[in-house]
């Protein structure tokens, strides 16, 4: 189990930028996936991006391809979700997810879970 926590959300106007960040427990991440994911009232949970640690491998879910860009940093333990020209269907609440093994897409695949962060993109 790692320890997931968010930060970087906020209220932003539409075609603006946001980053978020996630950080990890100190723990060895050798074979962990870290994923972003979404949720707006009314709706299921979202896949955003996720990378592999080691290697670097990404994917993106389709509505957030050529604006979203997840990226991360070894030596701090934690990834970042650069989240550009932003739209108002964008605003949800983000949760960072986390699961030793292979990259999936599915939530319920990933086990460790920070507390979420807002982000609200008003017109």
């Known amino acids: 189990q790692e320890v997931l926590v968010e930060s970087g959300g906020g209220l932003v106007q539409a075609g603006d930028s946001l980053r978020l960040s996630c950080a990890a427990s100190?723990?060895?991440?050798?074979?962990?996936?870290m994923g972003w994911f979404r949720q707006a009232p009314g709706k299921e949970r979202e896949f955003v991006a996720a990378v592999a640690w080691v290697g670097g491998s990404t994917d993106y879910g389709d509505s957030v391809k050529g604006r979203f860009t997840i990226s991360r940093d070894n030596a701090k333990n934690t990834v970042y979700l650069q989240m550009n020209s932003l739209k108002t269907e964008d605003t949800a609440v983000y949760y960072c997810?986390?699961?030793?093994?292979?990259?999936?897409?599915?939530?319920?695949?990933?086990?460790?879970w920070g507390q979420g962060t807002q982000v609200t993109v008003s017109s």
């Open positions: 100190g723990r060895s991440l050798f074979n962990y996936v």
């Open positions: 997810a986390g699961r030793y093994g292979n990259m999936v897409l599915r939530a319920v695949d990933y086990v460790d």
